[in-house]
């Protein structure tokens, strides 16, 4: 089945610690996101990748990275930089929009991260 | 600057109801377009539908139909003979001229469907 699948699905880390969310796609899709949800808001975007090996920061880009080394996997690296990061995590896909058309983005089912 | 704003944050209705989620959106961008999610309890946003700036029809799918209104800024979405599995938050979302892959999106709408 194609689809983009996230792991884990509840991430606990202790204060001070980095923390690595994996989200992988098999759609063929060049562009990938990381938004952020915190409860009773809105997504907000931390970073997009558009092609492999370039990304660009998103609104609350501070205190998270990413890497796109490989088209399938756009992996989110929270630090200890994040001030804080106890969020719903939602990771996206979209083709590149192209011709004019802006392509709907699909989403995986979410990492849940608690800061204890 | 590109904004959306869904000013109901909880609707409840009984099963059978009728119900209209607002969206309201601003941009300065002659082109762009707009979007709908529904996030059921899972957590996973499910894509509902795509509309750009230039198609101002309104459409149906089954018991969901939308209202594009470019004179009000506006993307109500209507859900019909409302179910206990329509239960979630609704986003509404839009994406500029410019930078097509950022999607602004709104605080969302959460639907209480009662049997």
């Known amino acids: 089945d194609g689809g983009i699948t996230q792991s884990p699905k509840y991430l606990f880390r202790k204060e001070g610690q980095n923390v690595t969310l994996s989200c992988e796609q098999n759609l063929n899709h060049d562009a990938m996101y990381w938004y952020r949800q915190d409860p009773g808001q809105g997504l907000r975007l931390i970073y997009y990748?558009?092609?492999?090996?370039?990304?660009q920061k998103g609104d609350i880009a501070e205190g998270y990275s990413v890497s796109r080394e490989k088209k399938e996997s756009f992996p989110l690296t929270v630090t200890s930089a994040q001030k804080n990061p106890t969020a719903f995590y939602l990771c996206?896909?979209?083709?590149?929009?192209?011709?004019?058309?802006?392509?709907?983005?699909?989403f995986g089912p979410g990492t849940r991260l608690t800061v204890l | 600057a590109q904004k959306v704003t869904q000013a109901q944050t909880e609707i409840s209705v009984v099963e059978k109801e009728d119900v209209t989620l607002d969206c309201v959106y601003e941009?300065?961008?002659?082109?762009?377009?707009l979007f709908w999610y529904k996030q059921p309890p899972s957590g996973e946003l499910v894509f509902l539908i795509r509309?750009?700036?230039?198609?101002?029809q309104n459409e149906i799918s089954g018991r969901y139909s939308w209202n594009f209104q470019k004179s009000t800024s506006s993307f109500n979405f209507t859900i019909t003979a409302s179910q206990v599995v329509d239960s979630a938050v609704y986003f509404c979302?839009?994406?500029?001229?410019?930078?097509?892959?950022?999607?602004?999106f709104g605080s969302g709408t959460k639907l209480n469907v009662k049997p």
């Open positions: 941009t300065r961008d002659t082109t762009y377009y």
């Open positions: 979302a839009l994406s500029g001229l410019y930078n097509f892959n950022k999607f602004y």
């Open positions: 990748s558009q092609i492999v090996n370039d990304f």
């Open positions: 996206a896909s979209s083709l590149s929009s192209s011709g004019g058309v802006h392509n709907e983005q699909f």
């Open positions: 509309r750009n700036s230039f198609d101002e």
